[in-house]
Every structure is written in structure tokens, then in C-alpha cells.
């Protein structure tokens, strides 16, 4: 697995409030991205820990597990990095109300792994197109849903950044999972929501194809998305398999 991961605070923020993080596990390759909210002192915190203790939880139940019951870990790692951003929150006056997005990839063998929590996404890159995997956990995505405006009209919805999950501002969280088989000549995004309103798909689509390699696709990711005038912190982890060109 070719994996590279990279993220910019972005030209209007005073921090990155952004977290990601990588590492190898046995056979497998796992990774998140987390994008914190709840004001100066709870963003940064919570896409900490958040990242962090997911990675930290997955990575020690799938060695245990030799790989096996993947979905049932990603959701305990979730479950996990919920409740110490929650507990953090529910002690100290200053971090109440904060809490942080979260998207994971795992990839073992021939299949991709993917869990998300709020509007960080993940996304399958092949020659022929760009399709989202995960569906965001959002105000704008159920307005979209009961057909009350397009996806084309949501991209510029003035309400767009309203989440309607968060890991770490409830005490239980629903996190949704998806599968895929890793097929040849496939790229992986996870991303925060500071590229994807900055970015265009076709544009990802196009950028992350004419890379030389997953470190060239999120160095010019990011920096097409901050030189586009990207409002919020940017990260992006992309991911292939090696058989790029199969």
C-alpha cells in the first residue's frame, strides 16, 4: 500500500484544527482524519484525541484479531475515540459542547474498510471517474435527501457545515461503515471538509490521477484546494494498492 497523508491550517484559520494519522497494521494499512469543532480551545483537542484513540484502539483489536471482524472493531474504535472526547468535554467547562468528524480507512488483502462519523469523507478514484463512498452525516445531505435541493445546490448551501453527528458532543455516537474490494489501478481519499468545499470532484479526480504518487497527490491537493481560497483547515490521506497502472 502506497499511503501518504498531509494537512494545511489554510489561509483564513489561526490553527489546524485538523488531525489525521497512519500506520501499518500486519498486512493491512489503517488511517483517519478527524476535523475538530467547538471554538479555539475545543477543535484542536478533540480531532486529538478523537484521532488518536481510534487509531490507538483499531490497531491493537486488529492485531489481536489477525485482521478478522474488521467492522465490529471500527465501530468499537469509534465507540472508543467517542468517549474520551466526550468525557474530556463533560469535565471541564472550557471544552463542553466540542466534539470532532471522523473518517477511517482500512485496507487489507483485496478489500477497503471505511467508517465516518459528520462530513469528512472518503472517496474511490479509477481512470474512468470519482465516486464518494461515505455519506455525510449532515444538514445539507438531509435536505438533499428528501429532495428539497440538489447535490449541485448543496455544495454552495450557506447551512452546508452543519453536522448532525459528531464523535465526542453525545455520549453514544452511530457511525456507518461501508466495504469495497480493492480493484487495480484504484486510489483512496479521506479527507476533510476544508478540500471537498474548496475542490470540485472532478477537479480531485483529475489532480489525484495525473500524481506521480500518493505524497505528489496530497501535496497538490492541499494546495490546489488553499490556493482556491479554502475557508477552513485542509487534509487529505491518499492511499493505492501499487497496482496503479494494472
Same mark, same amino acid.
Given at each position: 500500500?502506497?499511503?501518504?497523508?498531509?494537512?494545511?491550517?489554510?489561509?483564513?484559520?489561526?490553527?489546524?484544527?485538523?488531525?489525521?494519522?497512519?500506520?501499518?497494521?500486519?498486512?493491512?494499512?489503517?488511517?483517519?482524519?478527524?476535523?475538530?469543532?467547538? /471554538?479555539?480551545?475545543? @477543535?484542536?483537542? *478533540?480531532?486529538?484525541?478523537?484521532? $488518536?484513540?481510534?487509531? +490507538? &484502539?483499531?490497531? %491493537?483489536?486488529?492485531?489481536?484479531?489477525?485482521?478478522?471482524?474488521?467492522?465490529?472493531?471500527?465501530?468499537?474504535?469509534?465507540?472508543?475515540?467517542?468517549?474520551?472526547?466526550?468525557?474530556?468535554?463533560?469535565?471541564?467547562?472550557?471544552?463542553?459542547?466540542?466534539?470532532?468528524?471522523?473518517?477511517? /480507512?482500512?485496507?487489507? @488483502?483485496?478489500? *477497503?474498510?471505511?467508517?465516518?462519523? $459528520?462530513?469528512?469523507? +472518503? &472517496?474511490?478514484? %479509477?481512470?474512468?471517474?470519482?465516486?464518494?463512498?461515505?455519506?455525510?452525516?449532515?444538514?445539507?445531505?438531509?435536505?438533499?435527501?428528501?429532495?428539497?435541493?440538489?447535490?449541485?445546490?448543496?455544495?454552495?448551501?450557506?447551512?452546508?457545515?452543519?453536522?448532525?453527528?459528531?464523535?465526542?458532543?453525545?455520549?453514544?455516537?452511530?457511525?456507518?461503515?461501508?466495504?469495497?474490494?480493492?480493484?487495480?489501478?484504484?486510489?483512496?481519499?479521506?479527507?476533510?471538509?476544508?478540500?471537498?468545499?474548496?475542490?470540485?470532484?472532478?477537479?480531485?479526480?483529475?489532480?489525484?490521477?495525473?500524481?506521480?504518487?500518493?505524497?505528489?497527490?496530497?501535496?497538490?491537493?492541499?494546495?490546489?484546494?488553499?490556493?482556491?481560497?479554502?475557508?477552513?483547515?485542509?487534509?487529505?490521506?491518499?492511499?493505492?494498492?501499487?497496482?496503479?497502472?494494472?
Amino acid at each position: 500500500m502506497n499511503i501518504f497523508g498531509t494537512s494545511d491550517k489554510g489561509r483564513y484559520r489561526a490553527e489546524n484544527q485538523d488531525s489525521f494519522d497512519l500506520c501499518s497494521v500486519g498486512e493491512g494499512t489503517l488511517a483517519v482524519v478527524c476535523d475538530g469543532m467547538g /471554538g479555539v480551545a475545543g @477543535g484542536l483537542l *478533540a480531532s486529538e484525541l478523537a484521532a $488518536g484513540r481510534f487509531l +490507538a &484502539y483499531a490497531r %491493537a483489536a486488529l492485531e489481536a484479531s489477525g485482521g478478522t471482524e474488521v467492522e465490529d472493531i471500527l465501530r468499537q474504535a469509534t465507540d472508543a475515540a467517542n468517549r474520551k472526547v466526550y468525557r474530556f468535554a463533560s469535565q471541564t467547562e472550557e471544552y463542553t459542547g466540542m466534539g470532532t468528524t471522523l473518517v477511517a /480507512g482500512y485496507w487489507t @488483502g483485496g478489500t *477497503a474498510y471505511f467508517v465516518n462519523v $459528520g462530513d469528512s469523507r +472518503a &472517496y474511490r478514484i %479509477a481512470k474512468d471517474g470519482i465516486v464518494q463512498i461515505t455519506k455525510d452525516h449532515s444538514l445539507v445531505q438531509q435536505m438533499i435527501d428528501r429532495g428539497e435541493i440538489t447535490p449541485a445546490q448543496g455544495r454552495h448551501h450557506p447551512r452546508r457545515n452543519i453536522i448532525t453527528r459528531a464523535v465526542g458532543s453525545e455520549r453514544f455516537v452511530t457511525c456507518d461503515i461501508f466495504t469495497v474490494p480493492v480493484r487495480p489501478g484504484d486510489c483512496y481519499l479521506l479527507c476533510s471538509d476544508g478540500l471537498t468545499n474548496a475542490v470540485e470532484e472532478a477537479e480531485l479526480h483529475r489532480v489525484i490521477l495525473a500524481a506521480a504518487d500518493a505524497e505528489a497527490a496530497c501535496t497538490s491537493l492541499v494546495t490546489t484546494a488553499v490556493e482556491s481560497g479554502a475557508r477552513d483547515n485542509v487534509t487529505a490521506i491518499v492511499a493505492y494498492d501499487g497496482r496503479r497502472d494494472a
